[in-house]
C-alpha cells in the first residue's frame, strides 16, 4: 500500500519534494503527542516544532471549528479577530516590537522581513549562517544556503560559519561570530553593497542545534546595527515557548531584535506566520510598498491563533518545555555515560540536539550511524530528525505538552537503539 502511495505521489507531485525516512511512514491521525499509522500503530513525535501544543489539540479544533462555520474570508474587510490576535500576538513582544504584518507561511513572512529591511535601511545586503534555512520563494531561497548549490547565490549573500561551542576549540564564540560578521559586510562594500540585514535562527536549526551560549548574538548584532543594518531573528524554530522559561529564542540573548519572523507552532498546523517588527520599519515599508496577502490573517487562522496562545498560558507549557527539556537532556547526558557514540547533549528547554561521533577526541562526524539510528527509531515508534553540515546531530523538538513519561521512553528507545547500533 505505501508502494502504491509513493508511486503515486510522484506521478502526481513531481520530483522536488522529498520524503522522510527510507520507509517512508504513512499517518493517518494524530493526537497529543502522538501520530498513527493506518494499522493504528502510535509514533512518539519529536520531530518537529509545528504541533506546538499537541496535535489536534480540542480547545485549537473547537475555536478552528467555531469560526469556520461563522466567517473566513481575505483579509480587505474590517473584522475583529485580527485586531483581537494582533494585540494578543504583540503582547508576547516587548513594547518596541509594536506592528505585526500577518503572512500563511515562514518563508513567506521570512520574505516579507527582507523587503523591510532593504526599504527601511537602503541596502541590500544579508548576511546569513552556512547552512541556515529561512524559506523556499526566490529571495529567501537564496538566503537559505542549506538549500545547497541548485540555489545560486548572488553578491548580495554573505554567510558566516554558525557559533558552535562543541567544535570551538575554547575560542571566544561571541567574537569570532561578530568578527566572521563584520568580515561579511567589508566584503559585501568592496562590491559597492549596503548591507541591509543579519538573519539568524535564535537557536540555530538547520546548522545543527548547536551548542550556542546564550548572548553569543549580541556583539554581532552590534555589528550590523554599526554599518546601518537590522536583525532579524527568525524564530520559526524555536519561538512560542520551545525555549522553556522564555516566549521567544531571543530572550536567551537579551537582545531586542528589529524584525522578528515566526511561523509553525503558531497555527499548530494551521498554515499561519507572520513579521513583527518596530513600527518605524512597518512605516517605511509601508511608504514605499503596497502589501496584500489574501489568506495572511484571515478569521480562522487568527481564531486559531489565539487558542493556541491560550492553550501555552493555560497548561503552563513554557514552564513544561523548561521542565521535561531539562530531564530530558539529563537522561541523555546520563545515555552518554554509556555510549560512546554520544559527543555532546545541548539545547534549551524543547529544543534538544544530540551530536554523534566516531570518536570523542577527534570529534569525527558519525553521519551514516546517525541515519541508520533516526530510521531504527522510526521503527521502534520514535519520530526525530537529523541536521548539521553531516547530518549526525540528533534534532529533537517534541510538542511542548511531552511528559515527563514522554521523555523517559524517548531516552529509554534511543538508549536501546544505539545499544543496538
Ligand atoms: N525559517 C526556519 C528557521 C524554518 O525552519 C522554516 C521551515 N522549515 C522556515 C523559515 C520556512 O517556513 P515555511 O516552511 O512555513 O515557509
Redo the contacts with the bound molecule.
Keep these: 500500500r505505501e508502494r502504491d502511495l509513493i508511486a503515486r505521489r510522484e506521478r502526481l507531485l513531481g520530483p522536488a519534494y522529498r520524503l522522510f525516512y527510507t520507509n517512508p511512514l504513512h499517518i493517518v491521525r494524530g493526537e497529543g503527542v502522538w501520530l498513527y499509522d493506518p494499522e493504528g500503530r502510535p509514533y512518539l513525535d519529536a520531530y518537529n516544532?509545528v504541533a506546538c501544543v499537541g496535535h489536534s489539540h480540542p480547545h485549537v479544533v473547537a475555536a478552528l471549528s467555531r469560526q469556520a462555520a461563522v466567517l473566513n474570508t481575505h483579509t480587505r474587510y474590517l473584522h475583529e479577530t485580527i485586531l483581537d490576535y494582533a494585540e494578543k500576538l504583540l503582547a508576547k513582544f516587548p513594547k518596541e516590537l509594536g506592528n505585526v504584518m500577518f503572512t500563511?507561511?515562514?518563508?513567506?513572512?521570512?520574505d516579507l522581513a527582507v523587503r523591510a529591511a532593504k526599504a527601511y535601511t537602503g541596502g541590500t545586503g544579508f548576511i546569513v549562517t552556512e547552512l541556515?534555512?529561512?524559506?523556499?520563494?526566490d529571495a529567501?531561497s537564496q538566503l537559505?544556503p542549506s538549500l545547497g548549490p541548485s540555489v545560486p547565490r548572488g553578491d548580495h549573500v554573505r554567510t558566516v560559519p554558525a557559533p558552535d561551542l562543541y567544535r570551538s576549540g575554547g575560542q571566544d564564540v561571541a567574537e569570532v561570530f561578530a568578527r566572521n560578521v563584520a568580515a561579511a559586510i567589508e566584503d559585501m562594500r568592496a562590491k559597492g553593497i549596503k548591507p541591509a540585514a543579519l538573519l539568524v535562527?535564535t537557536i540555530l536549526?538547520?546548522d545543527g542545534v548547536l551548542s550556542d551560549p546564550p548572548g553569543f548574538l549580541a556583539k554581532a548584532v552590534d555589528v550590523i546595527r554599526a554599518a546601518g543594518g537590522v536583525f532579524i531573528a527568525?524564530?520559526?524554530?524555536p519561538g512560542f515557548g520551545r525555549t522553556g522559561a522564555q516566549m521567544w529564542g531571543f530572550e536567551r540573548h537579551g537582545l531586542l531584535p528589529d524584525m522578528v519572523?515566526v511561523?509553525?507552532p503558531m497555527g499548530n498546523g494551521h498554515?499561519m506566520?507572520a513579521m513583527i517588527a518596530k513600527p518605524d520599519i512597518v512605516q517605511a515599508f509601508g511608504r514605499t510598498s503596497r502589501y496584500f496577502n489574501t489568506f495572511g490573517g484571515n478569521p480562522v487562522s487568527c481564531a486559531v491563533g489565539m487558542a493556541v496562545l491560550e492553550v501555552i498560558e493555560r497548561e503552563g507549557l513554557m514552564e513544561n518545555a523548561r521542565q521535561v527539556g531539562a530531564s530530558m537532556r539529563r537522561g541523555l547526558e546520563h545515555l552518554a555515560e554509556k555510549h560512546s557514540i554520544i559527543g555532546d547533549v545541548r539545547g534549551a528547554g524543547l529544543f534538544v540536539g544530540v551530536e554523534l561521533v566516531r570518536d570523542r577526541t577527534s570529534r569525527e562526524p558519525a553521519a551514516q550511524e546517525t541515519a541508520r539510528l533516526i530510521n531504527d527509531m522510526r521503527e521502534r515508534g520514535v519520530l526525530i530528525s537529523g541536521a548539521g553540515p553531516h547530518a549526525n546531530i540528533l534534532k529533537i523538538r517534541p510538542p511542548l505538552v511531552f511528559s515527563e513519561e514522554n521523555a523517559d521512553l524517548f531516552v529509554a528507545t534511543l538508549d536501546d537503539a544505539l545499544a543496538a547500533l
Aim: hydrophobic share 20%; with cysteine; charged share 20%.
Design positions: 516544532n500563511c507561511t515562514g518563508s513567506e513572512a521570512n541556515a534555512y529561512h524559506g523556499v520563494t529567501v537559505s535562527d536549526s538547520s527568525d524564530e520559526v524554530q519572523t511561523g509553525k498554515p506566520a
